[in-house]
């Protein structure tokens, strides 16, 4: 498990890198990784929940929905940071940015999470 899991955070970090053009931005979003893996498999044990195939199936495409938006927001922030036009400083940029990008990033997370509700709810016949 850990190994597949380095693995995925190398490539994740790797297709970002070349995509965005950003090291810390790869490296940023790639760390999001085990933390969602980590809360995912928290909240399995607190909620009971069996680690099948079918629920490992669903963190799997979870994941790649937290690497999506993770990419969406941090594309966001470097190109409003890289903007010149507007005076303001760095912070407010990057609050800016998230701003922009919070409500389709929510729909998307949450579209996830209710999709994946049934797949939870299954128990083994």
Do not use: C, Y
């Not at 495409?61 to 927001?73: E, H, P, R």
């Not at 701003?99 to 389709?104: C, L």
Request: net charge neutral; charged share 15%.
């Amino acid at each position: 498990m850990e190994h597949a899991l380095l693995l995925e955070i190398l490539i994740t970090a790797l297709v970002i890198l070349l995509m965005v053009g950003h090291l810390r931005g790869a490296m940023l979003v790639s760390l999001l990784l085990p933390f969602a893996v980590l809360v995912t498999f928290i909240l399995m044990k607190l909620f009971r929940v069996d680690a099948n195939i079918v629920a490992l199936s669903g963190i799997a495409i979870a994941i790649g929905t937290v690497v999506n938006m993770g990419i969406v927001l941090t594309e966001n922030v470097l190109q409003k940071i890289r903007s010149e036009s507007d005076n303001l400083p760095f912070s407010k940029r990057v609050a800016e940015s998230v701003k922009e990008v919070a409500p389709a990033i929510f729909t998307a997370i949450m579209a996830t999470i209710i999709s994946s509700i049934p797949i939870f709810l299954l128990h083994p016949s």
